[in-house]
C-alpha cells in the first residue's frame, strides 16, 4: 500500500493494499480494493468502489459501484482539493503543538 502526499482519506474509508498517489481525495466510505491505483489529483466520491486492479487516472472525479468516471478535473477543483488537505494538516499540527 501506499499513500502519496496531500491526500485526504475520508472517516470510515478502505484502502487495502492500493496505491493512491499525491493531492487525491478518498471519500467517507469510500473503499479502494487491492492493486487499484488512484493517479494523482483525482476524488473518489463518498460510498464509492475502486475494484481490485483499477486504474482512476488523472484528475478524474469517480463514483459509484463500481467507480466510473463522472468528470475530468480541473485546475480549479485541484487547487480546492489541495486546500482541503492543508486545513487537515494545519489541525494536526495545532493538535500537536507545533
Given amino acids: ?25 478518498i471519500g467517507m466510505g469510500a473503499v479502494v480494493m487491492n492493486g487499484a491505483v488512484v493517479k494523482k489529483g483525482s476524488i473518489v466520491a463518498s460510498g464509492s468502489v475502486v475494484r ?14 463500481p467507480a466510473s468516471l463522472k468528470k475530468e478535473l480541473g485546475v480549479q477543483d485541484a487547487l480546492e482539493n489541495l486546500d482541503n488537505a492543508m486545513i487537515y494538516v494545519k489541525l494536526a499540527r495545532i493538535y500537536m503543538g507545533r
Fill in 1 to 25: 500500500m501506499f499513500i502519496g502526499d496531500n491526500v485526504s482519506v475520508g472517516h470510515n474509508s478502505v484502502i487495502h493494499g492500493a496505491t493512491v498517489e499525491d493531492d487525491c481525495l
Fill in 52 to 65: 481490485q486492479g483499477q486504474v482512476i487516472g488523472p484528475y478524474q472525479l469517480v463514483a459509484g459501484v
